[in-house]
């Protein structure tokens, strides 16, 4: 209500009409970004999606595309929160936890009704059931069904489809759900968007797939320095890692899955980086005692600089 007073001008507890007018949206947007941060159901998100629309208008009026462009799309992320959150939606939608007790196809269809209204909730949760292929839904679905199918097959299809789909909704982790020849491209995506969980799937896919451990320890590496709740399983894969490289090291593996061949090629190259430079700082100092004698040369010889000095030399030189 914070951000309404601002609005409309009612902070000191009556409307004024000049107030009204201009509208304190600055400091509205900071009321309706708090309330939402704080768990406002739905109020907040809606008149926050009414004020990035009228600086939509306002700034596209006056010609500015790029931030109209900005703030159109920001008014577009809220409003869609405000259709997945209302009730006129969410009266069917499960929540994650309740996937678990889901005991009847009409469950299922309630929740399938709401992939076909654009929900990403919906399409998250359908394609999560139908993935996991609880037991309770070999019950449940009906063979003949259009949308759930009537195989195992069928059912991982529509499943797919409805991951494809969350994931074109900005959900990062559904982009990892994808068929294997799209799945390196679509998890460097999701890695590029900080998905702890795509970095740790590309980690698994160089261990297990063309078997470069010296990338897949990367992966992992960067899986726990974007999420901490990544530290775990990501250290428990590079352990199981390492215990791999070891083995086929000894059985004579390649250069590819001997991670401790790595270490000692990076051990060396900081060796050989140490001497570089402290070859480099002999140089310098030899060349800055080699100036300092010169200079005491030209001090003994009573050659001390003067205006015209390097006429002088040149005169010398030529005699």
Sequence with gaps: MLGVMWRDGLVPGRKDPVKAELGEYKFAVTAFDIA???????????????????????????????????TCESARAVFKNVAERGTFLNADVLNPG??????????????????????????????????????????ARPATSPILGGSPNESARIALTQWTRSAGQRNIDTLVKVRFKKAVVYYHDAADEASALAMWNLGWMYENGVG????????????????????????????????????????????????????????????????????????????????????????????????????????????
Excluded: C
């Excluded at 974007?226 to 530290?231: D, K, L, V």
């Excluded at 070891?246 to 061949?261: A, D, Q, V, Y």
């Design 36 to 70: 939402v941060r704080y768990g406002s159901p739905f109020e907040a998100h809606f008149y926050l999606g009414k004020l990035f629309a009228h600086s939509f208008y306002e700034y596209g009026a006056a010609g500015h595309i790029d931030v109209a462009r900005e």
């Design 98 to 139: 309740e996937v678990y007790g889901i005991g009847s196809s009409r469950d299922i269809l309630g929740e399938a009704e709401e992939l076909w209204r654009g929900s990403e909730i919906g399409q998250n949760n359908l394609a999560y059931v139908l993935d996991q292929d609880i037991s309770l839904l070999r019950h």
């Design 212 to 319: 470069d451990f010296h990338l897949a320890k990367q992966h992992y590496d960067q899986a726990i320095a974007t999420n901490s709740e990544a530290y775990l399983p990501a250290m428990l894969s590079n352990a199981k890692l390492y215990a791999r490289s070891l083995w086929l090291t000894i059985r004579g593996g390649g250069e590819s899955m001997n991670l401790f061949l790595a270490e000692e090629k990076l051990n060396e190259a900081a060796h050989d980086e140490h001497e570089k430079a402290e070859v480099a700082d002999r140089a310098q100092r030899e060349q800055q005692q080699h100036q300092a004698q010169e200079l005491l040369e030209d001090e003994d010889t009573g050659s001390w600089w003067h205006m015209g000095k390097a006429r002088d030399d040149f005169h010398k030189r030529r005699r």
